[in-house]
């Protein structure tokens, strides 16, 4: 996939309508308020987790992510860095995408587009150290406190 392919991805997601329910299906989820979606997988590191093909799958993971918050920049202006963190931490459910990403990730960069009452996030994370880092975007209308 190139750079135009996830962009295209980023523009249909902030207009695809949300579904009643929550579904998952390959490397989307979505639901009643969110769409999340996997934009890059390295490989798994069953096999091998030297630090060398860890480093390297980051590199390349890392390098898709600073493209195209270089692309969304010169669109919409600088990201706002949003610790997730806490959200786990936090009193009641963690709503969706935050729920998924923070799982993942310890960040994601936003654009807000009040425009359309959604905002689009990248995030960069890791489920377990033998599974693949990956590149995700999320577009919601959920409130970030």
């Avoid at 962009?7 to 979505?30: E, N, Q």
């Avoid at 390098?63 to 195209?68: F, G, I, P, R, V």
Wanted: glycine share 8%.
């Amino acid at each position: 996939m190139v750079a135009e392919d996830r962009l295209a991805i980023v523009d249909g997601l902030l207009t695809l309508p949300f579904p009643g329910k929550d579904t998952h299906v390959g490397f989307r989820s979505t639901g009643p308020s969110y769409h999340v979606c996997v934009l890059q997988a390295s490989q798994d590191f069953w096999n091998d987790r030297s630090e060398e093909i860890v480093e390297t799958a980051q590199a390349e993971i890392d390098a898709t992510l600073q493209s195209l918050v270089d692309a969304l920049t010169v669109r919409w202006g600088g990201p706002e860095a949003i610790d997730l963190g806490p959200y786990p931490w936090s009193e009641g459910p963690t709503p969706e995408p935050m729920n998924q990403l923070c799982q993942l990730s310890g960040e994601m960069l936003i654009w807000r587009h009040l425009e359309v009452g959604r905002w689009v996030a990248l995030a960069v994370g890791q489920s377990d150290p033998e599974l693949p880092i990956e590149l995700l975007v999320a577009v919601s209308e959920t409130r970030i406190p």
